[in-house]
């Protein structure tokens, strides 16, 4: 069973910078696509970027331009590099394969606050 770790998180200004991690383990991460995904207070999970084997990447709009999602299969490591940080990008992250997602994991808590 694959299993994520997300970690990585904390609180920041705006306009400040943070990177996430996610470590996969119990799966063939090179094969997967992976996706990172958020959950704000009182909101559903909606989905933030997508990154292919061959290191394609695809983004919301609402993030587009400022985050940047990589993976380092050796490591079986998920990153999301995030720039410019607003209040609105307050949330939980979380990974998960993009196609037939898995059980999900903790998450890792973001809050931008002035």
């Known amino acids: 069973q694959v299993q994520f770790v997300e970690s990585g998180g904390g609180l920041v200004q705006p306009g400040e910078s943070l990177r996430l991690s996610c470590l996969v383990s119990g799966g063939i991460f090179r094969i997967y696509t992976m996706a990172w995904y958020r959950q704000a207070p009182g909101k559903g999970r909606e989905w933030v970027a997508t990154?292919?084997?061959?290191?394609?990447?695809s983004y919301s709009a609402s993030v587009k331009g400022r985050f940047t999602a990589s993976r380092e299969d050796a490591e079986s490591t998920l990153y999301l590099q995030m720039n410019s940080l607003k209040v609105e990008d307050t949330a939980v992250y979380y990974c998960?394969?993009?196609?037939?997602?898995?059980?999900w994991g903790p998450g890792t808590q973001v809050t931008v606050s002035s």
């Open positions: 990154i292919t084997p061959s290191e394609d990447t």
């Open positions: 998960n394969k993009a196609n037939k997602p898995g059980d």
